[in-house]
């Protein structure tokens, strides 16, 4: 197996977005390159590809019994958990994706001990962020963008961070911003970007106007019987 040299990008469908018209299908891997993932996701799941995946796993993990040096294994292995989360999390075992997300953590942080590269720092990040460890996700996100701050898909994945873990709307249009500015997007992705920011500002507005309904209720005096 080689290295992964481009990651996905967070599927932007999460609970909190799936209102939104500008919306993609659920999980969708948006600017992604399919050659450099291991497993193909579907919604339906697949049962062949979670178990090849399973296999590559225990292979990978033989292998780094013999070698715990085998830094390339040992990177490979991550990859490979973090695609049979995928796997599961689009399948039928939605449940163990969070696990597997956590041991893909875990071999990543092996790895970043002596590989600064961006690319592994944004996996580990988004591994981080399906896992539910935000502090985590938003420390590597931030490191990844220390070591390249015009990296596209450490911009996008951070603004999708951003907005639904944290309900930082300005944030996540700020990452945006920048990406069209400074990371040559190409013409689709300017336009899914675009989408994104409008997303975004449609849901903070949301969110005032019900701030402010709430408010309104609350602070109301009491008519006079």
């Given amino acids: 197996m080689r ?3 481009n990651q996905k990008i967070i599927a932007i469908i ?4 799936v209102s939104l018209s500008m919306i993609v299908p659920s999980f ?3 600017f992604s390159d399919s050659s450099n993932s291991n497993a193909v996701y579907s919604n339906n799941g697949n049962t062949s590809t979670i178990q090849g995946l399973q296999n590559q796993v225990s292979a990978l993990t033989q292998a780094l019994s013999a070698n715990p040096q ?3 294994a040992r990177l ?3 990859n490979t958990y973090y695609d049979l989360a995928m796997a599961n999390l689009n399948g039928n075992g939605p449940e163990q994706a969070g696990s597997i997300f956590k041991q893909a953590i875990a071999e990543y942080q092996e790895v970043v001990k002596t590989q600064k590269d961006v690319n592994i720092l944004v996996d580990m990040a988004t591994a981080a962020f399906y896992a539910g460890e935000d502090d985590l996700a938003d420390k590597t996100f931030r490191e990844a963008l220390a070591v390249q701050s015009n990296y596209l898909n450490a911009l996008v994945n951070y ?3 951003l907005l ?3 309900n930082d709307y300005l944030g996540a249009i700020a990452q945006w911003d920048t990406a069209l500015s400074m990371a040559n997007p190409t013409a689709e992705e300017q336009e899914r970007l675009k989408g994104f920011i409008g997303m975004a500002q449609e849901r903070m507005q949301a969110s005032f106007e019900q701030s402010g309904s709430i408010n309104n ?3 109301q005096p009491a008519e006079a019987k």
């Fill in 159 to 161: 603004g999708v961070f």
């Fill in 217 to 219: 209720t609350t602070t």
């Fill in 76 to 78: 490979n292995l991550a």
């Fill in 14 to 17: 999460i609970a909190g977005l």
């Fill in 28 to 30: 969708a891997l948006l």
């Fill in 164 to 166: 639904d873990a944290k």
């Fill in 3 to 5: 290295m992964r040299k």
């Fill in 70 to 72: 085998d830094t390339t």
